[in-house]
């Protein structure tokens, strides 16, 4: 059986390009309003300067991205993209040991690997892909972004044949 993967890699994802007036929108659904405030308030107001060597910036008030080094962000980030299963579909997902499951998609952070069993399906999903992107104001990085086709000689199916005797 044939599986295509595509990894893509979203553009300065997290910390750079996510827009705050569609994250607010994003945490409104999934999370209650006192920790909505918290956050709210962790980015209301913020000034940075910029410093390279001995040049020091003016004052910048930022209006999009995550806070880098905040050990709260990738977290944020999750919240942000916890929605990619509304536009992808799972039966057009490569097909696992399991018959009744397919995987559409894996993520880590900002990394997002796109599965299938045929190049058609694929391409269903990016397109699909690209449209999560522009609904989220995301950008994906052609340059990072690579498609991988293997094959595998045997199905392994679960559970196996014989029954395990129980204790």
Known sequence: MKVFTAFLDLLAAYYDSIPREKFGGTCKKLTPQYLRDIIQTMYTGCLYLLIDGNKISGEVAP?????????????????????IDRFLTVQRGAATALDSVQVPHCNYADDIALTSNTAECLQFQLNKFHNYTRFKGLELNTNKTKVMSSSARILLRFPPSHTIARL
């Open 63 to 83: 209006n999009k991205g995550l806070k880098q080094g905040c050990p709260l962000s990738p977290l944020l980030y999750s919240l942000f993209t916890n929605d």
